[in-house]
Structures are given as structure tokens and as C-alpha cells.
């Protein structure tokens, strides 16, 4: 049973659930899509990361 269907009827549990549904694939989308790009960032030169002092003194 698909919402495009045409038997679907959006009754309160058809609501919460797929309000909770895109609720959580929000959160997982973003967060994923934050992990690529601050990926990207860092592979491409960017600041921000442990290495950027040069000291290897801590060895």
C-alpha cells in the first residue's frame, strides 16, 4: 500500500508514520550529507584538522 494508491486514506497512524518516517530520513540525509561535504573540505586542503601545526615534537 503506496500514499499514491488510490485505496490510501490518511487517517492519524497513516500521519505519524510518515510524518515520523521523513522525520528520520531528514535527520540521516543531513547528517550524511554534513559527513560528504566536511569529507570533501578536508580531502581538498582545508583547516581545521590535527596536522595543520607541522610539531611532530608530540612523537
Given amino acids: 500500500m503506496f500514499p499514491f494508491c488510490f485505496e490510501w486514506s490518511w487517517d492519524i497512524s497513516h500521519l505519524v508514520f510518515m510524518g515520523g518516517l521523513w522525520y528520520a530520513l531528514s535527520i540521516i540525509g543531513a547528517g550524511m550529507t554534513f559527513a560528504i561535504v566536511k569529507s570533501l573540505f578536508d580531502i581538498s586542503g582545508?583547516?581545521?584538522?590535527?596536522?595543520d601545526n607541522h610539531d611532530h615534537s608530540h612523537h
Avoid at 46 to 51: K, L, M, Q, S, T
Wanted: cysteine-free; overall charge negative.
Fill in 46 to 51: 582545508g583547516h581545521g584538522g590535527h596536522d
